[in-house]
């Protein structure tokens, strides 16, 4: 007996990493999964070459990467039940074949894990319009369109259990603007649905995961290589080494994803989650106006009087920007 048993969960972009472990972990707590990424042997296999990258990334990237069908085979190796489906999620009518399959296959649809996403780096004089594409559209339209597809039988049902992925990056990193906006972005649409949908007894929150991926063995340490090169200053160390610690076996995501996707963990709705492989959970706060100033009589201001009141009394005298700490750890 499993915590999920009976429940019927669709992961996207668990050909591999991060997904992968999820999906895997949740068969393993009763959970019937469709397993998708959008082509047999991972798209990442043909954006990838050995020769942009050092030997040591290659040979990392190799010994993690997979497809839907692997995952599906591991999921059923171990007695569950799991059907791979092909797709990039963001193509509306693909989404809604994967919905429509999922309830065909075993009559509903349960659990969503939106973590398919377009990988990669880059800031605002670097980045092409089809990187920024890559980078966003995948990921925000492609867990929209399936929360679309797949409410109205969670409606109907009385139940549904919705999984954001998202990353730490979404409170903005440097060179990873793309990346950033598409996180941010996934944030934003929760806290929206949350509050639409929690009275169906469905509920939606945002994991920010850290754990084993073939794109944390590539674009990860070239991130690290750039943050340094643009900032002139190296990530904290510290900081580095726990993060390599953190991006252990991404089936240590999975008892934080099956318990908030469970019926006891149906009073969790509308937070922000960062979670490691390694076993660490950790809450973000929601953002709140945290002071105001207003013109006299709710009159224009005047630029010179809005000057001295933006600094006396709204940001304070030992106001420091934050832009002023580019690198990680600060």
Same mark, same amino acid.
């Given at each position: 007996?499993?915590?999920?048993?009976? /429940?019927?969960?669709?992961?996207? =972009?668990?050909?591999?990493?991060?997904?992968?472990?999820?999906?895997?972990? $949740?068969?393993? %707590?009763?959970?019937?999964?469709?397993?998708?990424?959008?082509?047999?042997?991972?798209?990442?296999? %043909?954006?990838?070459?050995?020769?942009?990258?050092?030997?040591?990334?290659?040979?990392?990237?190799?010994? $993690?990467?997979?497809?839907?069908?692997?995952?599906?085979?591991?999921? /059923?190796?171990? &007695?569950?039940?799991?059907?791979?489906?092909?797709?990039?999620?963001?193509?509306?009518?693909?989404?809604?074949? *994967? +919905?429509?399959?999922?309830?065909?296959?075993?009559?509903?649809?349960?659990?969503? +894990?939106?973590?398919?996403?377009?990988?990669?780096?880059?800031?605002?004089?670097?980045?092409?319009?089809?990187?920024?594409?890559? *980078?966003?559209?995948?990921?925000?339209?492609?867990?929209?369109?399936?929360?679309?597809?797949?409410?109205?039988?969670?409606?109907?049902?009385?139940?549904?259990?919705?999984?954001?992925?998202?990353?730490?990056?979404?409170?903005?990193?440097?060179?990873?603007?793309?990346?950033?906006?598409?996180?941010?972005? *996934?944030? &934003?649409?929760?806290?929206?649905?949350?509050?639409?949908?929690?009275?169906?007894?469905?509920?939606?929150?945002?994991?920010?995961?850290? =754990?084993?991926?073939?794109?944390?063995?590539?674009?990860?340490?070239?991130?690290?290589?750039?943050?340094?090169?643009?900032?002139? %200053?190296?990530?904290?160390?510290?900081? $580095?080494? *726990?993060?390599?610690?953190?991006?252990?076996?991404?089936?240590?995501?999975?008892?934080?994803?099956?318990?908030?996707?469970?019926?006891? &963990?149906?009073?969790?709705?509308?937070?922000?989650?960062?979670?490691?492989?390694?076993? /660490?959970?950790?809450?973000?706060?929601?953002?709140?106006? +945290?002071?105001?100033? %207003?013109?006299?009589?709710?009159?224009?201001?005047?630029?010179?009087?809005?000057?001295?009141?933006? /600094?006396?009394?709204? $940001?304070?005298?030992?106001?420091?920007?934050?832009?002023?700490?580019?690198?990680?750890?600060?």
């Amino acid at each position: 007996m499993g915590i999920l048993d009976g /429940k019927v969960a669709i992961v996207t =972009g668990s050909g591999q990493g991060i997904g992968s472990g999820i999906a895997i972990y $949740l068969a393993r %707590q009763g959970a019937k999964v469709i397993t998708n990424n959008r082509k047999p042997n991972g798209m990442s296999a %043909q954006e990838y070459r050995k020769e942009d990258m050092p030997e040591e990334d290659w040979n990392e990237f190799i010994s $993690l990467k997979g497809d839907a069908e692997k995952t599906a085979n591991i999921i /059923k190796a171990e &007695g569950g039940e799991a059907l791979p489906f092909y797709g990039d999620v963001s193509d509306w009518a693909t989404a809604e074949k *994967m +919905v429509q399959t999922a309830v065909d296959t075993w009559g509903r649809i349960d659990i969503i +894990v939106n973590n398919a996403a377009g990988m990669g780096m880059g800031g605002i004089l670097a980045l092409t319009e089809e990187e920024w594409d890559k *980078m966003t559209v995948s990921r925000s339209k492609g867990a929209f369109a399936l929360m679309h597809f797949a409410a109205p039988y969670m409606i109907e049902q009385g139940f549904g259990r919705i999984v954001n992925v998202a990353s730490d990056a979404w409170v903005g990193l440097p060179d990873n603007d793309a990346y950033s906006c598409s996180t941010a972005g *996934m944030v &934003g649409l929760s806290w929206a649905a949350a509050k639409e949908v929690y009275r169906h007894g469905i509920t939606v929150n945002v994991l920010c995961p850290q =754990g084993a991926s073939p794109s944390h063995a590539v674009e990860y340490k070239k991130m690290v290589r750039n943050v340094e090169a643009i900032t002139g %200053q190296a990530p904290d160390p510290r900081i $580095l080494a *726990m993060v390599e610690a953190d991006h252990g076996d991404p089936v240590g995501l999975g008892p934080f994803v099956a318990y908030v996707c469970s019926e006891e &963990g149906g009073y969790i709705s509308g937070n922000v989650f960062a979670a490691t492989a390694a076993g /660490k959970v950790s809450l973000y706060s929601n953002p709140k106006v +945290v002071g105001q100033i %207003q013109s006299e009589g709710g009159k224009l201001w005047d630029v010179d009087e809005l000057g001295v009141a933006l /600094k006396r009394d709204l $940001l304070g005298e030992d106001y420091e920007s934050d832009a002023a700490h580019a690198g990680w750890g600060h």
